[in-house]
């Protein structure tokens, strides 16, 4: 009998701090169901993942860098969480572009616990139903006030 994702790729991007079984438990159910699965992260190597945040849970092999990453290479893209990883793909302009031109290309995206911080910082959550790990609930819900790169900023309150 063949297997659901028989022959598709799918991508999880993820970086140092990522929250382990958000990271195993999607790849093992993709896996299992015949997909491949490749992770991508901002550094060749290894990743680090963590358990609650706080205690180290492992090491995992990253398959190639984002920035080698190409959209058209996968048929999905998984976001893990924990507050660490997203936190830090946030912060990178190559992981962000990739998640972004992976929503804008239509197929399917997957953001779990904290992961949708990175939809948010790539612009792409606007008319779009989400759920998240409900302390980022207001980030994904407000409109970006404009940012000042400055130290400080008087707004006049």
């Not at 382990?20 to 290894?46: D, T």
């Not at 302009?93 to 031109?101: C, I, M, N, Q, S």
Request: hydrophobic share 40%; charged share 25%.
């Amino acid at each position: 009998m063949r297997k659901e994702l028989e022959g598709r790729r799918v991508g999880i991007l993820a970086a140092d701090g990522v929250e382990r079984i958000e990271l195993e438990q999607p790849r093992a159910a993709v896996e299992n169901e015949g997909g491949h699965v490749e992770l991508l992260s901002l550094k060749a190597g290894e990743i680090q993942a963590r358990d609650h945040d706080l205690e180290p849970a492992g090491t995992f092999p990253v398959d190639r860098t984002v920035a080698e990453a190409k959209v058209d290479q996968f048929d999905a893209l998984i976001l893990p969480g924990g507050t660490v990883n997203p936190d830090k793909l946030r912060l990178d302009e190559t992981a962000v572009a990739f998640v972004r031109d992976f929503v804008r290309s239509g197929k399917p995206v997957a953001a779990i616990c904290h992961g949708p911080w990175t939809l948010v910082e790539a612009d792409v959550v606007r008319g779009r139903t989400l759920t998240s790990y409900p302390s980022i609930r207001t980030d994904l819900a407000t409109p970006a006030p404009p940012w000042w790169t400055g130290r400080s900023v008087s707004t006049g309150t």
